[in-house]
């Protein structure tokens, strides 16, 4: 599978975004944008499912890496690949098309792209904050942060998107 150059310099750009500036954020103590996850939303409809599952390993394990985390983003981000091709299935029909589809506003139209974007977004928010804190303790506060950070990243995330829809038809 060959990916087009967007994609190659999108990884890099999106991790190093995240953190030398967003992983910064904390807006009234929950929101936390997590805008790395546009690489895994962004990609092709028709990746191969290994190759979709391995890109977001590494884009998790880096983002561990400079997070000093315990591989709590790797497991988040291969949890929301892994759903992603039944939340595609669910927006796009019962079964994903063979032509080569991106996701975006162009191909997806606004609606239906904040429904597979905001879906993804808090399996993965869940995914990360649920194994962050380890326990049900502190349970409210982290549905707060799991709920105020997802419409955040969401933000950021149509925001990106709107981006690649116009670099990707230039």
Known sequence: MRLPWIYIALFPALVLLQVILLNNIYLGGYMNPQL?????????????GWFLLLL?????????????????HAAASVLMAFCR????????????PEEEIKPGFSKLGGARLVVY???LIVIHHSALFFLEIFHFAEAW???QRILFSSLLSLVFVLIGFAFLDRSLSS
């Open 85 to 96: 091709p039944a939340a595609l299935r669910v927006i796009l029909g019962a079964t994903l």
């Open 141 to 143: 506060q982290t549905v």
């Open 36 to 48: 790395y996850v546009l690489f895994i939303l962004a990609l092709p409809v028709n990746i191969p």
């Open 56 to 72: 977001s390993f590494f884009l998790g394990l880096f983002m561990d890496a400079f997070s000093d985390s315990l591989a709590i």
């Open 117 to 119: 974007s905001l879906s």
